[in-house]
C-alpha cells in the first residue's frame, strides 16, 4: 500500500481484515479475486457493527483491485448489505407471498408498534433494528424472520416476544 492509501485505507484493512478477506480471496483464480467481493464486503460490513461506509466499500474496491463502482454495485443490490447504523439485533421479517398470506404484514406492525422504530430505524438502546426482506427461503414455516444469523419460523407475536426476551 502506498502512503496516501495506508493513509485511507489502513485503519480498515487490517492485517486480521485482510487474512480473513485472503482466505476468500483463495478460492478463486488469482486474475479473478474480484470474485471474492459479496465475502470482503461482508466482513467489512461485520468489522463495523453491521453496516457499511463508502470508505469501507472503497477499501473492498482497492483491495480486490476492481472499480469502485462494481462494488457500490454489489452493495446496493444485495438486500444483506446495509448503507446505514442497524442495531444489534437485526430482525429481518420476510414479505414474500408465503409470508404476507400467514401474517407477516402483522408481525412488521407489532414489531414497529413494540420497538417504537419504524423500518431501518434502531431502537434508542441500540438493540434492535428492522428490515423487510424479499425471501428468506422458508415459505413452509411462513411466516419466517431471521434476527441476526438465526432464521425462525411459524412466527406470532408472543413467540417473536420470547425470542426478544431472549437475545437480552
Known amino acids: ?13 487490517t492485517a486480521p481484515v485482510c ?3 485472503d482466505k476468500w480471496v483463495a478460492n ?9 467481493v459479496m465475502s470482503a464486503l461482508r466482513i467489512m460490513q461485520e468489522e463495523n457493527g453491521g453496516w457499511l461506509t463508502n470508505e469501507l466499500m472503497d477499501a473492498v474496491a482497492y483491495y480486490l483491485d476492481m472499480p469502485r463502482i462494481a462494488v457500490y454495485e454489489v452493495a ?26 400467514n401474517g407477516s404484514g402483522k408481525l412488521l406492525d407489532y414489531l414497529q408498534e413494540n420497538l417504537g422504530v419504524s423500518l431501518g430505524e434502531v431502537t434508542k438502546d441500540g438493540k434492535f433494528s428492522i428490515k423487510e426482506v424479499e ?3 422458508a415459505c413452509v414455516g411462513a411466516p419466517a424472520a431471521m434476527i441476526g444469523k438465526q432464521y425462525y ?13 431472549d437475545l437480552d
Do not use: W
Open 1 to 13: 500500500m502506498s502512503s496516501e492509501q495506508q493513509k485511507r485505507f489502513g485503519n480498515v484493512l
Open 19 to 21: 487474512a480473513e478477506i
Open 28 to 36: 478463486y483464480p488469482p486474475e479473478q479475486k474480484q470474485s471474492a
Open 76 to 101: 446496493t443490490f444485495y438486500s444483506m448489505y446495509e448503507h446505514q447504523p442497524v442495531g444489534q439485533n437485526k430482525i429481518c421479517i420476510c414479505n414474500s407471498i408465503s409470508c404476507m398470506l
Open 135 to 137: 425471501c428468506l427461503g
Open 153 to 165: 419460523e411459524h412466527l406470532t407475536p408472543e413467540i417473536l416476544d420470547k425470542i426478544l426476551q
